[in-house]
């Protein structure tokens, strides 16, 4: 069973960045690994992924300029970088991972297998 555990959430006021880590329970490399995120009401949506060996990445046109989704699979972790942030990006922001290999493909929540419980961003203006 594969366990994804999220951290770096929190409080940050408009124009500001946070840092997401997601740490895997199992070798990361094996996984094409993605962020999504659920604001209240609201459908959970795509953010972000990362191939396998980190060299593809693709990203909703929300966060395109603004995020980075990195890898590190000797550490099993995976990573966001949320640059500029806006009040519309408050959320709970999930990590995922998944068999897929196309990144594009690899948008859609349902091609994922294992989820982490999620960690909350909230953006003040």
């Known amino acids: 069973q594969v366990q994804l555990v999220e951290s770096g959430g929190g409080l940050v006021q408009a124009g500001g960045s946070l840092r997401l880590s997601c740490a895997a329970s199992?070798?990361?490399?094996?996984?094409?690994m993605g962020w999504f995120r659920q604001a209240p009401g609201k459908e959970r949506e795509f953010v972000a992924v990362?191939?396998?060996?980190?060299?593809?990445?693709y990203y909703a046109d929300a966060v395109k300029g603004r995020f980075t989704i990195s890898r590190d699979n000797d550490k099993n972790t995976v990573y966001l970088q949320m640059n500029s942030l806006k009040p519309e990006d408050t959320a709970v922001y999930y990590c995922?991972?998944?068999?897929?290999?196309?990144?594009?493909?690899?948008?859609?929540?349902?091609?994922?297998?294992?989820w982490g419980q999620g960690t909350q961003v909230t953006v003040s203006s």
């Open positions: 995922a991972a998944g068999q897929g290999l196309t990144t594009q493909v690899m948008s859609i929540t349902g091609r994922y297998d294992y």
């Open positions: 199992v070798r990361t490399s094996s996984y094409t």
């Open positions: 990362i191939n396998r060996s980190g060299t593809n990445t």
